[in-house]
């Protein structure tokens, strides 16, 4: 949604078109938690034409693929992973060199994020989500993306002019509580 309003909005028309089709075929199924494989063999019993929900899901799943590939591929839309590649204006220092999410070095990693978001007396709001951590910040002119990717992390989105959501991974907990470890000083 963040990362590419057009592509949301056309997952939103065919998710549409999708619910007219099972709605047209009379696919009735109930679904608890997350529609999925669980829902389905728990529901299976009590729904209608149950069976046409995996040619249908088959039929989306290619009519998504086909449609999302061209968009990124011919239409070169940044998603995570396939940012431009971006020349760094500061040399890394050699500590710097190995550092990555598998180092374990956390504490170090928490530290040059929260040197690159323009120190704790920059940080509004700041907490994580699974993969994330979401941060806003009081002066964005003081936030250095480029540091920021130099950390190794998996990519940035930036919602709007103030908030940050760096993309870490997993490993979200262990950098969040080294952060917070750095804020509390």
Same mark, same amino acid.
């Given at each position: 949604?963040?990362?590419?309003?057009?592509? @949301?909005?056309? +997952?939103?028309?065919?998710?549409?078109?999708? /619910?007219?089709?099972? @709605?047209s075929l009379k696919i009735r199924i109930g679904f608890s938690f997350g529609g999925?494989?669980?829902?389905?063999? $728990?529901?299976?019993?009590i729904g209608d034409n149950v069976l046409l929900i995996i040619p249908v899901g088959i039929i989306f799943f290619f009519i998504y693929y086909f449609i999302f590939y @061209? $968009?990124? #591929?011919?239409?070169?839309?940044? &998603?995570? /992973?396939?940012?431009?590649?971006?020349?760094? &204006?500061?040399?890394? =220092?050699?500590e710097e060199k190995d550092l990555s999410l598998n180092t374990g070095n956390y504490e170090y990693l928490a530290k040059k994020l929260l040197e690159a978001l323009g120190g704790k007396d920059n940080i509004d709001d700041i907490y994580n989500c699974v993969t994330r951590i979401r941060v806003t910040?009081? *002066?964005?002119?003081?936030?250095?993306?480029?540091?920021?990717?130099? #950390? /190794?992390?998996? /990519?940035?989105?930036?919602?709007?002019? =103030? +908030?940050? *959501?760096i993309v870490i991974g997993p490993?979200? &907990?262990?950098?969040?509580?080294?952060?917070?470890k750095l804020l509390d000083e």
């Open positions: 949604m963040f990362i590419s309003p057009m592509m @949301y909005f056309i +997952h939103s028309l065919l998710a549409g078109v999708a /619910g007219f089709v099972t @709605y999925n494989i669980i829902d389905y063999i $728990l529901g299976y019993n @061209y $968009l990124i #591929t011919k239409m070169d839309i940044e &998603t995570l /992973g396939r940012e431009k590649e971006t020349n760094y &204006t500061e040399e890394k =220092s050699e910040v009081n *002066q964005p002119n003081l936030v250095n993306e480029e540091r920021i990717k130099q #950390t /190794g992390i998996s /990519g940035i989105v930036k919602p709007s002019e =103030s +908030h940050f *959501q490993e979200v &907990t262990s950098v969040m509580r080294e952060m917070n």
